[in-house]
């Protein structure tokens, strides 16, 4: 993967009675095949991977690798993400980052073994570690993966840490595989100036700021409202990136925040497996310590999908 514009899709991890549904995987990464979706992410938080085995984390990415690239391009391929061969093949990028640097480099080699484009990896939650200390945890995953493209991840709500824009600027100087950053915060200004500061795309992490962020230089996003309406995030970003006409970027956000603000309303992915679920897409199924969705937030959020016309209504609606 040579670049990294577009939308980047973190698909939830289909279970069924606690076990992996890997079929129902392939239905997920067949829907976005055929969408504007440039990648998808996989074993991120939205995918539950801190609680996936290894042995599960190895097989979610093999079957996504050998479905990507039997599906190929589709005809709504975004033309600006591209992998590495720039066939339009749906990127998939594996999560692997971990609290443990040796951990870590394990999930990198594995992920590298089943032919992944790129690495999600998210500084080191809870641990909060020196400049140093992260420099050695990206540099020794760097070597275990052989120099695949790393995408680091800033999410300090859930880490702990907050990767700093002149820290972004040092890391990449000094790991040359880190292609990417995807930012988990919510300050444009901030994303303003890591763009000025650091030469690698930065992505949106967070759907309630997709157009500010693309506003102010973003190259695209990480996006979980994707999962249900990825051609919509697509043109919102593509809008918001050409700066040309306000009034179509916030009738396009005006759009999709009742969608956004529903996939918010519980812990990730709680209420995406229940829209899904819903949808017949997958089992709303989760690994503990998550739990199925408050009624009354079921309940809205079915409401929620049936105004924007991806759910039927029937008499129980």
């Not at 999962?227 to 700066?243: F, I, S, W």
């Amino acid at each position: 993967m040579s670049s990294y514009r577009g939308i980047l899709v973190p698909l939830p991890t289909p279970l069924r009675h606690g076990a992996l549904d890997l079929d129902a995987l392939e239905q997920l990464i067949g829907f976005h095949a055929r969408r504007a979706s440039a990648g998808i992410v996989l074993c991120d938080v939205t995918g539950e991977g801190p609680t996936l085995t290894r042995e599960e984390r190895a097989a979610v990415v093999t079957r996504a690798v050998e479905v990507a690239a039997r599906l190929g391009g589709g005809a709504l391929r975004k033309r600006a993400t591209r992998t590495k061969g720039a066939s339009g093949k749906l990127a998939v990028v594996a999560a692997i980052g971990t609290s443990d640097t040796r951990t870590s480099c394990d999930l990198a080699r594995d992920a590298v073994a089943a032919g992944v484009d790129a690495l999600h990896v998210v500084t080191p939650p809870y641990v909060q570690p020196t400049k140093l200390g992260l420099t050695r945890h990206y540099r020794a995953i760097a070597e275990a993966a052989s120099d695949m493209p790393l995408l680091v991840v800033n999410d300090p709500e859930r880490t702990g840490y907050d990767l700093l824009p002149e820290l972004v600027r040092e890391l990449a100087r000094l790991v040359p595989s880190i292609r990417g950053l995807v930012e988990v915060t919510k300050n444009p200004a901030r994303i303003r100036r890591i763009v000025a500061l650091v030469k690698v795309p930065v992505l949106a992490g967070d759907d309630r700021v997709l157009a500010p962020f693309a506003a102010a230089g973003a190259a695209g996003a990480v996006s979980v409202v994707a999962n249900l309406v990825p051609d919509e995030v697509d043109r919102l970003v593509d809008a918001a990136r050409a700066a040309a006409d306000v009034a179509l970027v916030a009738r396009y956000e005006e759009g999709l925040a009742p969608l956004v603000d529903a996939l918010g309303v519980e812990s990730n992915p709680g209420p995406l497996k229940a829209a899904l679920g819903a949808l017949g897409a997958i089992s709303s199924d989760l690994r503990s310590p998550l739990a199925e969705l408050e009624p009354t937030n079921h309940a809205n959020l079915r409401r929620i999908l049936t105004l924007a016309r991806l759910l039927v209504p029937n008499s129980s609606d």
